[in-house]
T-cell receptor, first 110, second 113 residues
Framework: DAKTTQPPSMDCAEGRAANLPCNHS???????VYWYRQIHSQGPQYIIH???NNETNEMASLIITEDRKSSTLILPHATLRDTAVYYC???????????FGQGTELSVKP | DAGVIQSPRHEVTEMGQEVTLRCKPI?????LFWYRQTMMRGLELLIY????????DSGMPEDRFSAKMPNASFSTLKIQPSEPRDSAVYFC???????????FGPGTRLTVT
């Protein structure tokens, strides 16, 4: 079972920041937070991951709360091509399988 | 760089036929994963390999499904005999190790009639 809770859907205006929340209140100390997205009819795409500290790469920023019970994925300037289902996944440091929940369907609108 | 390559991209077959899905992981990656996606069950792992050895096959539905990885650059997922409930999109993913991010292929859309 997925260990995360995400809103089923969100809208965002093109050019604005998209902030996607994720709750993972049962996360343990050795578990990472991963974000993937799936654009319609494509395979899932890795975005970013983190353990404790905030992380940033060319795609997005990941903000993890101090107690690590929740996180937010930030797409700083959303475009129409960012319309996708976004999955927040908690995974321990042993790796292995990714357990996908239902994700958040983000719609970026003109 | 070439990503994960899957073939065929689409497969339509009749119930009872054998189906073979193929995957070429990213060069240098040591872990390979097979996932299945359906509307009812979402994305779920079927099996994964590390250094060509199957590590976790607990997601393989039943004996009709089998997977092999004869070398570091090729894997197959076989369904024999196929059934209509096997209709789904099958994704292959690879990673440098089982502990890091996975990169997914474009998927094979299987329809069993």
């Amino acid at each position: 079972d997925a260990k995360t809770t995400q809103p089923p859907s969100m809208d965002c205006a093109e050019g604005r920041a998209a902030n996607l929340p994720c709750n993972h209140s049962t996360i343990s100390g050795n578990e990472y937070v991963y974000w993937y997205r799936q654009i319609h009819s494509q395979g899932p795409q890795y975005i970013i991951h983190g353990l404790k500290n905030n992380e940033t790469n060319e795609m997005a920023s990941l903000i993890i709360t101090e107690d690590r019970k929740s996180s937010t994925l930030i797409l700083p300037h959303a475009t129409l091509r960012d319309t996708a289902v976004y999955y927040c996944i908690v995974r321990d440091n042993q790796g292995g399988k990714l357990i996908f929940g239902q994700g958040t369907e983000l719609s970026v609108k003109p | 760089d070439a990503g994960v390559i899957q073939s065929p991209r689409h497969e339509v077959t009749e119930m009872g036929q054998e189906v073979t899905l193929r995957c070429k992981p990213i060069s240098g990656h040591n872990s390979l994963f097979w996932y299945r996606q359906t509307m009812m069950r979402g994305l779920e792992l079927l099996i994964y390999f590390n250094n060509n050895v199957p590590i976790d096959d607990s997601g393989m539905p039943e004996d009709r499904f089998s997977a092999k990885m004869p070398n570091a650059s090729f894997s197959t997922l076989k369904i024999q005999p196929s059934e209509p409930r096997d209709s789904a999109v099958y994704f292959c993913a690879s990673s440098f190790s089982e502990r890091v991010e996975q990169y997914f292929g474009p998927g094979t859309r299987l329809t069993v009639t």
